[in-house]
């Protein structure tokens, strides 16, 4: 994900184009990762928490929410609103790692 955002800082791609084609937001993704006029509240706090504290147009870090990773940039604030476009990545887990937490799961059900 830190690669994502270094190439769009070193003007390598487009942020809309990353949204576009990296990100894994079925919403945004097709809107060039635009998510449009939102209220504080209306996302997680770890986003919102980016969304208020990082200058306008400028790409946010990489930063976790309960989703996966996100990049962000915001456009615009009104007092407890804000529009941007951001880039999703989830958390993927593997055949092999739920078949592991699986069988702990059963080991600890057992008893």
Known sequence: MTEIRD???NGELTFAI????????PGSKKKQGDFGWV???????EF?????RIPIGEVSQVFESPFGYHILVINE???EQYSGSHILLQFKVS??????SKNTLNQI???
């Open 7 to 9: 190439q769009i800082i």
């Open 18 to 25: 990353a949204a576009e084609y990296k990100s894994e937001d």
């Open 39 to 45: 209220t504080r509240g209306d996302f997680v706090p």
């Open 48 to 52: 919102d928490a980016v969304a208020f």
């Open 77 to 79: 604030r009104r007092g």
């Open 95 to 100: 055949d092999t790692q739920m078949s592991k």
């Open 109 to 111: 059900v057992q008893i």
